[in-house]
Each structure stands twice: as structure tokens, then as C-alpha cells.
């Protein structure tokens, strides 16, 4: 009798501790069989015809590449003449239509005049017509150009999708469908016909793979200087065979940002090495070479790209190359839409990679930082731990004023843009997906869970 009590005692113990699990949990190389098979799977776009400038390269540029910038601040309670509000306005739209690339793509001639009436209208109808008025009113008519790089005052018309995690309960995928960790199966939630599009592959607090329903929800009117803390809209109601109901609740999206010291930052005494980068600056690469070159080929690597905000295509080429021997190839193409050339095109090739590659992302990695992800997912055994991306990377921008309100404007005035592949893979204010779902600020502690847990 006391040795069945005794057995009862440590399988109680065991189900109270991490190290005893009911939640089946695969191997890493049966983890990484599963995420490769996804990354190849995803084809390198082809097609960018419905971008392209019409008539194609016909357009005529009025304004210079070269944007003069005053010493003077823009005072939103500055009081400007209609004319020199109409002069601002005038020279917005004739950029807008020499030099950007998805002129056409948001409804051409058509959408841009009606916006600039309705623009013209209200700074008509204001008593007194400052330059909060003038800005206000682009930013409210001009919201069908949903490109995030795009901005007057830091004030972008593109809607951003925030990531609402549920984890009150995990949940365990199975052959047929979802259910609990004590048994229960899910039958349906109210509102979601595709269980799948819901629960996402996740960690628990212990590290261990489980799925957690996942939500990503719209909001309007966002500032390029930083997100805040958001409250998700709506609850989900589960359905259990047999009856039973359960109400969840989000939790709180929060933002990440670390505001580290120099832009490379090298945790080689970490417990497993960790390489911070800030932005592809080219700043502090050498060192990248030198602490690769010493790294042992099966020592796994943890990249954060977590308050990683952007750079430039050259640094990040660069960087892929001291990280791994070589550059590697996009799903994207980057071509002119006033020209119609593709002014990229690389083989659709997975490339082969025996070390483990953890790369943490999160709502602020954005511009580079998205294409640096892209790459990656050419890349064997990575895991792309945390939230879905900025959603900024249909374009670039470079940042001018305008004359008279001396309003900043970000834009792409180049003509180029990033055509990425058709269906789920990205969608700008959206962003790139992870493999799995934890809150920015916790992916490190859980993947480094992950790696002990699975290795």
C-alpha cells in the first residue's frame, strides 16, 4: 500500500513540475523539419504588373532628387495664406505624382485630385488656416496610401496590425483539431470558421511548444515615433465537445524597445551567443566576421532584430555575408514602377545551414529589418521566434519639407519598391509572421527555454 502511495506522490510531483509534461512536445530536428518545409514552401514573387505607372515611363520629373531642408522648426500654430497653403499642397502632389512608385497602384490621377480638392476645401473653409490644419487635413485625405514608410509629421495614414496573444489556457494541436491540456476539445469559436488561422504554434512560460489562440487587430492614426500599450477589442468564446464554454481574454499588446549602446552589440559569454543589431548601419560588422569566425559550427546562435527600426540594403547585404559566408536570396523583387525594369532578380534557393539560428523579431523590427527576416526564411534550421513585424517595407523614404508650412514629409521619391510574394507571406502594416508566437519581450528567456528543452 505505501509503495502505490508512493508512486501516486511522484506522479503528482511530476505533473506539478515543468520537467514532467501532458503536452506531447517534438524534437528540435522534428521542430526544424516542420519550419523548413514551411519556409521553402514560399515562392519568390513574379509578378508586379498591377504596380506599374501608367502610361509606363512617360512620367515627366518636375522635382529634384535633392530636398532642401530649413533650419526652421514646423509650428503647428502658424498662420499661413491660402496661397501658401495651396503652394504646399501643389508641391506634395506633384511629387507624389513624379516620383512615387505606387502612384497608380492607389488609384492614380483619379484619388490624388479628389484628395487634393478636398484638402484645398478645407484649408478654404479655416479661420484661422495654421499648419496642424494643413496637416491634419493630408493626413485625413490621403488615407488610401497604406504605406507605412510614408508620413507628414511623423503622422502615418497606413493602419498598423497590433498581435493579441490569449494564453489563459494552452493548447495542444492534434489530428483532429485543438484541445486542452486536461482533455478538453475544442468544437469551434464563436466568430472563426478556420481553427487553424487562430491558434498559433507558441511557448509556454516553461518553454515547451504549445498553441495559443492569436489575434491581430487594426488601429488607425498611428505616430512613426513608437507604439504604446493597446487593450485588444474582443474576447473569444470557446466551445469544448461535450457542452462547455469558456470566455478569454487578451493580454495587453506591449511594445518592445531596447535602447542598447552602439549599434552591434556581441553577448559572447551569454548562454547561447546573442548578437543585438540596432539598424544596418555597417557600423560594428568587422566584429561580426571575427566572432563567426570563432564560433563553433554547431553552436546555436540567437539574432535579435527586436528594436531593429531599418538601414540600408548595402549593410544588410553585408551583414548576411559576415554571418554566414554569403548573401542570401529574397522572396521580394525590387523593381522601378516608372520604368518597369526589375531591378532584382535572385535564385529561389534554400540554402543549406547546419547551425541552429534563432532570430527574435517583434511589432518594432521594421524596413530592413523585414527583408533581412525575408532572407531568412532561405536560410535551413531557423526559428523565427516572437511577434509579426512592423509591416514597412513596401518602400523607402527619404524626408523633405514643404515650403512654406516647412511640414516634414517621409516618402518614397525613387520609383523603386518591393513587390513581395502573393497570399499570407506579408502585407504592409501587417507585416512578416514568426514561427512562433511569444510577446516580443519575453522571446529571448523562452527561446533560450526552448533550445534547452529540445536539445
Not at 510531483?13 to 519550419?35: D, R
Not at 563553433?296 to 546562435?301: A, G, M, N, R, V
Amino acid at each position: 500500500m505505501k509503495h502505490k502511495i508512493k508512486i501516486l506522490m511522484i506522479a503528482l510531483m511530476c505533473m506539478l513540475t515543468s520537467g514532467c509534461s501532458t503536452v506531447p512536445q517534438p524534437t528540435m530536428e522534428e521542430l526544424l523539419a516542420e519550419v523548413n518545409a514551411e519556409h521553402a514552401a514560399v515562392e519568390q514573387a513574379d509578378d508586379f504588373s498591377q504596380y506599374l505607372r501608367k502610361p509606363l515611363g512617360e512620367t515627366t520629373f518636375k522635382i529634384t532628387q535633392t530636398f532642401p531642408f530649413s533650419d526652421e522648426e514646423f509650428d503647428p500654430q502658424k498662420v499661413l495664406t491660402l496661397e501658401q497653403a495651396t503652394e504646399d499642397v501643389d508641391y506634395l502632389f506633384t511629387v507624389f505624382h513624379d516620383t512615387y512608385p505606387l502612384y497608380d497602384y492607389f488609384g492614380g490621377e483619379e484619388a490624388f485630385t479628389a484628395a487634393r480638392e478636398k484638402i484645398l476645401a478645407d484649408c478654404a473653409a479655416a479661420q484661422p488656416l495654421t499648419g496642424e490644419v494643413l496637416v491634419e487635413s493630408m493626413i485625413a485625405h490621403l488615407n488610401f496610401v497604406e504605406d507605412r514608410h510614408f508620413s507628414i509629421n511623423k503622422q502615418t495614414t497606413q493602419p498598423s496590425d497590433y498581435p493579441f496573444l490569449f494564453r489563459e489556457i494552452a493548447f495542444v494541436k492534434t489530428e483532429n483539431g485543438y484541445r486542452t491540456e486536461d482533455g478538453r476539445n475544442v468544437e469551434r469559436v464563436d466568430g472563426w470558421d478556420n481553427l487553424d488561422e487562430l491558434f498559433r504554434r507558441s511557448l509556454d512560460k516553461n518553454g515547451r511548444i504549445v498553441y495559443y489562440p492569436v489575434i491581430l487587430e487594426e488601429f488607425k492614426n498611428l505616430s512613426m515615433g513608437g507604439m504604446s500599450t493597446r487593450i485588444c477589442s474582443q474576447q473569444l468564446t470557446v466551445h469544448y465537445q461535450g457542452g462547455e464554454s469558456q470566455i478569454l481574454t487578451a493580454e495587453p499588446f506591449k511594445p518592445y524597445w531596447e535602447n542598447q549602446e552602439g549599434n552591434i552589440v556581441i553577448e559572447k559569454d551569454a548562454q547561447f551567443p546573442v548578437i543585438r543589431m540596432k539598424n544596418f548601419t555597417g557600423q560594428g560588422e568587422r566584429n561580426v566576421r571575427e566572432f563567426m569566425n570563432d564560433l563553433s559550427d554547431t553552436t546555436p546562435l540567437i539574432l535579435d532584430m527586436r528594436s531593429n527600426s531599418g538601414g540600408y540594403n548595402d549593410a544588410r547585404s553585408s551583414f548576411l555575408n559576415h554571418l554566414f559566408g554569403r548573401d542570401l536570396p529574397c522572396n521580394f523583387l525590387k523593381v522601378n514602377t516608372i520604368t518597369g525594369e526589375q531591378l532584382s532578380k535572385e535564385a529561389d534557393e534554400f540554402v543549406e545551414n547546419d547551425r541552429l539560428v534563432i532570430l527574435l523579431v517583434g511589432k518594432m523590427s521594421a524596413s530592413q529589418a523585414e527583408l533581412f527576416t525575408d532572407a531568412l526564411h532561405n536560410l535551413e534550421n531557423v526559428l523565427i521566434i516572437g511577434e509579426n513585424t512592423a509591416g514597412c517595407a513596401m518602400t523607402g523614404m527619404i524626408d523633405f519639407q514643404l515650403p512654406n508650412s516647412l511640414a516634414k514629409v517621409a516618402l518614397n521619391t525613387m520609383g523603386s519598391m518591393h513587390v513581395f510574394p502573393q497570399g499570407d507571406y506579408f502585407e504592409e502594416g501587417r507585416g512578416l509572421l514568426p514561427d512562433i508566437w511569444v510577446p516580443a519581450g519575453e522571446a529571448e528567456e523562452l527561446a533560450v527555454k526552448l533550445i534547452e528543452n529540445l536539445k
